[in-house]
């Protein structure tokens, strides 16, 4: 018996000592649990377990009698440990069924399968690649976002441009499903080379995210994921420096293929950011995002030279220079007490007025609950906030925006909670605008007039369920969502429940 006991504590040993060299995934769930165990990380998302022993500090205690009971809740589907490395291989899983409660007919589904690999070769070299085969149908208002910001065919008659499909946050474009659902598949990856122990170089299209609030109002995971180069070097323990080079596309067809499809009209896109650390618990961020015009459908336009400049600026020099870049420049900053954080950001495009952005935040730790906390946040943003005078480089990717999900011309106060006992979990979210843009196609890559209404929106979602494996996020739950946006003259309304078995591993941001 002893022997079997030593047996098991040795393959525990092994099994989080060899997750030291893992990426977290960028869920929300993933985040919200890095911030609750006090690490003091430059919250740019994803990071490493080795900065945040993500899988040490979430292990599961409970003695467990039988190998289905340990694997469940203590392992992934298949994981192979060996001296040179080790893979584990994890399945993904989001479906749910519900329905509207004011109308029986009205069936809301999510049906994602899918499946994730990972490995670490040695301590250096870590992979990560993952598909995800969907089919959903959404609440009304959901459909209605994500078709508004559907691709475009040029139409040759009149120069214009037809709308066809939908573009799903942080997932892909899709095709028709049924008669009014979506379907759609995509996937993810990225390599992590650690050079020296303080660089490490990324190389995929894993989506990055940028703040320590619910929403980023500098970067977020909203859009579909763009291949990128992520480089990260430390200096000491005071200065983290970061910048990632990506390829992002409006979604044009260009008017002439060379092949089955025309593609679609290519823009580059970076990242750049300076954290300087005072003290251990605080963090202050230099920040600059940049959208670099690669031409239109007559012309194509080569990468700039300020393109490459790894520090914040270079988008910012280059518009200045001939206008063939977007740069939004600002600070993100934390700070960490005992068992709170407060957090903000701020930032603006220097060139155009009313481009104010705005975040200021707090997450409180509850200490006797382990994985509980409560997070309040305000979000503002200016009506022009993201906005270029060239559409074709607007603050977005693939017609989503690359910040809050809402774009610009907003205003809201969001409120988040979780609270656990023994793998039991009830958490919820009420999302309030003061103000919220009605005008879906305000970042849209094509000239338009801008409709600066705005409406009046409360979301609120309450969920219950149980969670059995921490490590990424397996859990049964049951939610109900009330959402309830007005105007002085219309009111759109709506509730539904959902009754869903999932894994927490990417976000679509739904919550608006």
Not at 35 to 57: A, C, I, L, W
Not at 96 to 124: F, H, P, V, Y
Request: proline letters at 4%; hydrophobic letters at 40%.
């Amino acid at each position: 018996m002893m022997k079997k006991v030593g047996l098991l504590c040795c393959l525990i040993i092994a099994h989080f000592s060899m997750a030291q060299n893992r990426v977290l995934p960028i869920a929300s769930y993933f985040k919200d649990q890095v911030f609750r165990m006090g690490t003091d990380v430059s919250p740019v998302f994803p990071v490493e377990n080795q900065v945040s022993n993500y899988y040490k500090y979430t292990k599961d205690s409970t003695k467990r009698y039988s190998n289905f009971g340990y694997a469940l809740y203590n392992k992934e589907l298949i994981e192979l440990h060996k001296k040179e490395g080790s893979l584990w291989i994890t399945p993904l899983l989001d479906i749910s069924l519900g329905k509207g409660l004011a109308d029986t007919l009205a069936r809301r589904s999510q049906n994602t399968r899918g499946a994730r690999i990972e490995g670490a070769l040695g301590k250096k070299v870590f992979f990560s690649t993952a598909i995800f085969e969907n089919q959903a149908v959404f609440a009304p208002y959901i459909g209605q976002y994500v078709s508004q910001r559907g691709e475009f065919y040029p139409n040759a008659a009149d120069s214009s441009y037809v709308l066809q499909n939908a573009v799903i946050p942080g997932a892909a474009r899709t095709k028709p499903f049924k008669t009014e659902g979506y379907d759609y598949a995509y996937a993810v990856g990225m390599v992590r080379w650690t050079v020296l122990p303080k660089l490490n170089v990324y190389w995929g299209n894993q989506s990055v995210f940028v703040g320590s609030g619910h929403r980023s109002m500098l970067w977020s995971d909203n859009s579909v994921p763009a291949m990128n180069l992520r480089v990260q070097y430390q200096l000491g323990e005071k200065w983290d420096f970061q910048f990632s080079k990506m390829r992002g596309f409006n979604l044009l067809r260009l008017p002439v293929a060379t092949n089955g499809e025309a593609y679609y009209e290519p823009k580059s896109l970076s990242i750049a950011v300076i954290y300087f650390k005072p003290t251990k618990h605080t963090s202050i961020g230099l920040f600059e995002g940049g959208i670099w015009s690669r031409g239109d459908s007559l012309q194509k336009t080569p990468i700039q030279a300020a393109y490459f400049i790894p520090i914040p600026g270079g988008a910012l020099l280059q518009e200045a220079i001939n206008q063939k870049a977007y740069s939004l420049v600002g600070i993100d900053a934390n700070h960490r007490f005992k068992n709170w954080m407060i957090y903000g950001q701020f930032g603006l495009n220097v060139n155009q007025a009313q481009s104010f952005v705005g975040q200021l935040g707090t997450r409180i730790f509850l200490k006797k609950a382990s994985y509980s906390f409560v997070q309040v946040e305000f979000n503002h943003a200016d009506k022009m906030a993201y906005t270029a005078q060239n559409p074709r480089i607007h603050y977005a990717n693939y017609q989503l925006p690359l910040a809050h999900p809402m774009g610009g011309n907003l205003d809201e106060l969001l409120l988040r909670f979780n609270f656990e006992w023994k793998h039991w979990f009830v958490s919820g979210q009420t999302s309030y605008y003061f103000n919220q843009s009605i005008n879906y196609k305000q970042l849209l890559p094509i000239y338009q007039v801008q409709n600066s209404a705005t409406q009046q929106s409360f979301y609120q979602s309450l969920e219950l369920g149980y969670r059995f494996n921490r490590s990424y996020g397996f859990d049964v739950f049951a939610s109900f969502v009330y959402r309830n946006a007005w105007t002085s003259s219309s009111r759109s309304e709506g509730s539904w429940i959902n009754f869903g078995l999932r894994t927490a591993i990417n976000n679509h941001y739904y919550d608006f």
